[in-house]
């Protein structure tokens, strides 16, 4: 952090208040030795996710967190590795104001095709909502080749 009065790149921190929104620093400057007060926030993903019918929504990692736990009940996905396909989808849709459910849904179902091809499946025979067992089948076969 530079220092407000003089532009040194070197400054200590002396003391950090937090609070819910954002953390308040006190700095001094190792230079000049003047103080000053810094504020830090969080920044939040105010996405909001276009559904297949048009409905928009806010982005929630929490709903893609409780898809992916039930795709992959039951097979050799560790919960690390689902907080890691939650921060690619979150790293691949940062900064942009809407997002489609579609994108999200074929971000997760490539994320699963390289780990898990049961939770692979599990995933996408929510994702697409296969109207029969030959569009699973399709499904299945398209995984094999």
């Known amino acids: 952090m530079?220092?407000?009065?003089?532009d040194e790149g070197d400054t200590k921190?002396?003391?950090?208040r937090?609070?819910?929104?954002?953390?308040?620093?006190?700095?001094?400057?190792?230079k000049c030795g003047e103080r000053f007060t810094t504020y830090e926030e969080v920044e939040s993903l105010e996405i909001k996710v276009e559904k297949s019918d048009g409905a928009i929504e806010a982005f929630d990692e929490d709903k893609i967190r409780s898809g992916l736990e039930k795709a992959v009940e039951k097979t050799p996905v560790s919960e690390q590795e689902v907080e890691e396909i939650i921060e690619k989808v979150?790293?691949?849709v940062k900064g942009r104001k809407k997002v489609s459910s579609r994108e999200i849904g074929s971000i997760i179902k490539d994320?699963?095709?390289?780990?898990n091809?049961?939770?692979?499946?599990?995933?996408a025979s929510v994702y697409e909502s296969f109207e029969d067992l030959?569009?699973?089948?399709?499904?299945?076969?398209?995984?094999k080749e």
Request: aromatic share 6%; net charge positive.
């Open 117 to 123: 091809e049961v939770a692979y499946i599990r995933f």
């Open 18 to 30: 937090e609070s819910d929104a954002r953390v308040r620093r006190r700095r001094e400057c190792k």
């Open 134 to 143: 030959e569009s699973l089948q399709r499904e299945v076969e398209a995984l």
């Open 2 to 6: 530079k220092c407000i009065y003089c």
């Open 90 to 92: 979150k790293s691949m």
């Open 13 to 16: 921190v002396v003391d950090t």
């Open 111 to 115: 994320e699963l095709k390289e780990r």
